[in-house]
């Protein structure tokens, strides 16, 4: 059993950045997957990034590669998301995941642990 919880989000300029954190309950944390997620008001839950914990591959959306980066601190049980140039077309609701598949996926449907989610806000 994992329990996720994220925090760091906020109100921000566009241009800015933010980061937001993952911080999971578990000693085998490490080798779960874990992908960010995040919902716009009227949209669908969208992949955003991932990382695998086999082999550290990452995944990243077409609308945020280059500006965003994941990364995983296990001996924190944490997994970042560092938003830079920020657009407020991401602005949304962001959601960690994780799994304990060997590698990534954006498939909603196959994470079994998920957090409550944290708000992003980019202004213009």
């Known amino acids: 059993q994992v329990q996720l919880v994220e925090s760091g989000g906020g109100l921000v300029q566009a241009g800015g950045s933010l980061r937001l954190s993952c911080a999971a309950s578990?000693?085998?944390?490490?080798?779960?997957?874990v992908g960010w997620f995040r919902q716009a008001p009227g949209k669908e839950r969208e992949s955003v990034a991932a990382?695998?914990?086999?082999?550290?591959?990452?995944y990243y959306s077409n609308s945020v590669k280059g500006r965003f980066t994941i990364s995983r601190d296990n001996a924190k049980n944490t997994v970042y998301l560092q938003m830079n140039s920020l657009k407020p077309e991401d602005t949304a609701v962001y959601y960690c995941?994780?799994?304990?598949?060997?590698?990534?996926?954006?498939?909603?449907?196959?994470?079994?642990?998920w957090g409550q989610g944290t708000q992003v806000t980019v202004s213009s």
């Open positions: 578990g000693r085998t944390f490490s080798r779960y997957s």
């Open positions: 995941a994780a799994d304990r598949r060997y590698f990534h996926t954006v498939i909603i449907n196959e994470y079994d642990y």
């Open positions: 990382i695998s914990w086999s082999d550290g591959s990452t």
